[in-house]
C-alpha cells in the first residue's frame, strides 16, 4: 500500500493511499547449460551465469502498476554468511489489472560466493532463493543446490 501524507497547515494533515498487489507465480529455476558443473561453477570469471529464476508477475490491484521483485539468497550455514542477501532485482513494465508479465532474474558465480580472504570463495551446497517484494515481504522460496 502506497500512502501519500499531506499537511495543509500544522494542525490539519490527510492522508490519501493507492492500493497496487502483485502476486508471483510459476517460480522456477533454470540451470545454464555446460559441459560438467566443474566447467560452469568453478569457472575463474565470477560474473559467468549460473542460473536463471524466473517467474511471472501478476497484478491483482485494481490500478495499472510496476513491480520490482528482488531475489535473495540464503547461503549454507557452512559459508558463514549473513542470513539472506539481495542478489538481484528487475523494475517490471506497467501492468494493467488482472495481466502479467515474465521476470527472469540471473544468478552469477559471484552471487553464489562469498568473499574471503581477498578473493571471492566459492560456496557448495544448499542455497535457499526467495522472491519478494521487499526484505520484509518474502512471497516465494526455493532451493538451489551446488
Same mark, same amino acid.
Not at 135 to 140: C, E, F
Given at each position: 500500500?502506497?500512502?501519500?501524507?499531506?499537511?495543509? @497547515?500544522? @494542525?490539519?494533515?490527510?492522508?490519501?493511499?493507492?492500493?497496487? #498487489?502483485?502476486?508471483?507465480?510459476?517460480?522456477?529455476? /533454470? $540451470?545454464?547449460?555446460?559441459?560438467?558443473?566443474?566447467?560452469?561453477?568453478? @569457472? /575463474?570469471?565470477?560474473?559467468?551465469?549460473?542460473?536463471?529464476?524466473?517467474?511471472? !508477475?501478476? @497484478?491483482?490491484?485494481? $490500478? /495499472?502498476?510496476?513491480?520490482?521483485?528482488? +531475489?535473495? !539468497?540464503?547461503?549454507?550455514?557452512?559459508?558463514?554468511?549473513?542470513? $539472506?542477501?539481495?542478489?538481484?532485482?528487475?523494475?517490471?513494465? +506497467?501492468?494493467?489489472?488482472?495481466?502479467?508479465?515474465?521476470?527472469? +532474474?540471473?544468478?552469477?558465480?559471484?552471487? +553464489?560466493?562469498?568473499?574471503?580472504?581477498?578473493?571471492?570463495?566459492?560456496?557448495?551446497?544448499?542455497? /535457499?532463493?526467495?522472491?519478494?517484494?521487499? #526484505?520484509?515481504?518474502?512471497?516465494? #522460496?526455493?532451493?538451489?543446490?551446488?
Amino acid at each position: 500500500m502506497l500512502f501519500y501524507i499531506f499537511q495543509l @497547515n500544522e @494542525n490539519s494533515h490527510f492522508c490519501i493511499s493507492e492500493h497496487y #498487489s502483485f502476486r508471483y507465480t510459476d517460480v522456477k529455476v /533454470t $540451470r545454464q547449460k555446460s559441459k560438467s558443473e566443474h566447467d560452469l561453477y568453478e @569457472n /575463474t570469471d565470477v560474473d559467468v551465469v549460473v542460473a536463471y529464476v524466473s517467474f511471472h !508477475v501478476i @497484478n491483482v490491484g485494481k $490500478r /495499472t502498476g510496476a513491480d520490482v521483485p528482488q +531475489l535473495y !539468497v540464503a547461503y549454507p550455514a557452512s559459508a558463514g554468511a549473513p542470513p $539472506r542477501q539481495l542478489r538481484a532485482f528487475q523494475r517490471t513494465q +506497467l501492468i494493467a489489472p488482472l495481466k502479467g508479465v515474465l521476470v527472469s +532474474l540471473p544468478l552469477t558465480a559471484r552471487d +553464489l560466493s562469498v568473499f574471503s580472504g581477498g578473493a571471492w570463495q566459492r560456496v557448495h551446497g544448499r542455497f /535457499t532463493l526467495f522472491i519478494a517484494a521487499s #526484505s520484509r515481504d518474502l512471497r516465494k #522460496s526455493l532451493f538451489l543446490e551446488i
